[in-house]
């Protein structure tokens, strides 16, 4: 592929693995904490529809553990590779790179009333597979307005067990009610604060998804 052209011809080259580049932001010469050299750094995440099916006919999915990010390893590596720029993971720690601060620092996603965070077409369905880090400064896409401003926030009475909520995330409480009956729809569906969010319903992920997410999250 060679040098970066333009935004668009890498939302496209992303785009062929069902990926999508969620956000990005400009990196000042010498700024700690990137690799050296780094201008521009983009945030990637799964592009519905079809990010599932796509994945589901990888080799990685082969039975082993972390299917989904040894794709992610492979795939954003060499797409990486082949534009010279550096990949980074949010798995593989800890020590984590800061995703969230990343994405908050992309303009496009925002912390929602329950912290989590909340992007601007995918709502609380966001994540985040990798991101590229590439020497040469491109536009990023514009900075949009926080979209919970508007909403009446059911995010924040939609946990069955009162364990996220807008007085934070108590996740041992989280872990307890999802090892009860109760909890099965939230291990079968996804985890039912993000699926309350207006923007996260116009936004096609497959419950099966949803799923394996939740039983890697709650083994
Ligand atoms: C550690 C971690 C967790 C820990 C959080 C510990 C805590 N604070 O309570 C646990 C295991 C609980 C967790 C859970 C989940 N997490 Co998490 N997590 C991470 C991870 C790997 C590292 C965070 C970190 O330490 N960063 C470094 C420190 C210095 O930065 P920080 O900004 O202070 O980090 C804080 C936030 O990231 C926050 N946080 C992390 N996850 C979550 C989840 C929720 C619900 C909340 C409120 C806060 C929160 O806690 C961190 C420590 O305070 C990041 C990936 C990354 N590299 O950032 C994903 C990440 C933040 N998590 C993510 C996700 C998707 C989840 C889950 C929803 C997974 C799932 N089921 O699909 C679950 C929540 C369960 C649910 N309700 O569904 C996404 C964020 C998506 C979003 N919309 O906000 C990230 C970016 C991973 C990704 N690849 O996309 N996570």
Same mark, same amino acid.
């Given at each position: 592929?060679?040098a970066?052209?333009?935004?668009?011809?890498?939302?496209?080259?992303?785009?062929?693995?069902?990926? @999508?580049?969620?956000?990005?932001?400009?990196?000042?010469e010498?700024?700690?904490?990137?690799?050296a050299?780094?201008?521009?750094?983009?945030?990637? +995440?799964?592009?519905?529809?079809?990010?599932?099916?796509?994945?589901? %006919?990888?080799? @990685?999915?082969? #039975?082993?553990?972390d299917?989904?990010?040894?794709?992610?390893? !492979?795939?954003?590596?060499?797409?990486?590779c082949?534009?010279? =720029?550096?990949?980074?993971?949010?798995?593989? #720690?800890?020590? $984590?790179?800061?995703? $969230?601060?990343?994405?908050?620092?992309? +303009?496009r996603v925002?912390?929602?009333?329950?912290? %989590?965070?909340?992007?601007?077409d995918? +709502?609380?369905?966001?994540?985040?597979?990798?991101?590229?880090?590439?020497?040469? =400064? %491109?536009?990023?896409?514009?900075p949009?307005?926080r979209?919970?401003?508007?909403?009446?926030?059911?995010?924040?009475? =939609?946990?069955?067990?009162?364990?996220?909520?807008?007085?934070? $995330?108590?996740?041992?409480?989280?872990?307890?009610?999802?090892? #009860?009956?109760?909890?099965k729809?939230?291990?079968t569906?996804?985890?039912?604060?993000r !699926?309350?969010?207006?923007?996260?319903?116009? $936004?096609?992920?497959?419950?099966?998804?949803?799923?394996?997410h939740?039983r890697q999250?709650?083994?």
């Amino acid at each position: 592929m060679g040098a970066v052209a333009s935004l668009s011809t890498l939302g496209a080259a992303v785009a062929a693995e069902q990926l @999508e580049i969620l956000g990005g932001f400009a990196v000042a010469e010498g700024e700690q904490g990137f690799p050296a050299g780094t201008r521009t750094l983009l945030l990637l +995440g799964p592009k519905e529809p079809g990010f599932w099916p796509h994945l589901t %006919l990888q080799p @990685e999915w082969d #039975g082993e553990p972390d299917p989904v990010d040894r794709w992610s390893r !492979r795939v954003i590596g060499r797409i990486a590779c082949d534009l010279g =720029a550096k990949a980074i993971f949010p798995f593989g #720690g800890p020590p $984590y790179h800061p995703f $969230y601060q990343w994405a908050l620092r992309s +303009g496009r996603v925002w912390d929602s009333p329950v912290r %989590l965070l909340v992007h601007a077409d995918q +709502g609380l369905m966001v994540s985040f597979r990798g991101a590229l880090a590439l020497k040469e =400064a %491109l536009d990023v896409p514009p900075p949009v307005a926080r979209p919970c401003e508007a909403c009446a926030a059911p995010c924040l009475t =939609a946990c069955p067990a009162g364990a996220l909520t807008g007085q934070g $995330y108590d996740v041992p409480v989280c872990h307890g009610f999802l090892d #009860g009956p109760e909890g099965k729809d939230c291990m079968t569906g996804g985890c039912l604060v993000r !699926r309350a969010c207006p923007l996260s319903q116009t $936004y096609a992920r497959l419950p099966e998804q949803s799923a394996h997410h939740m039983r890697q999250f709650h083994k």
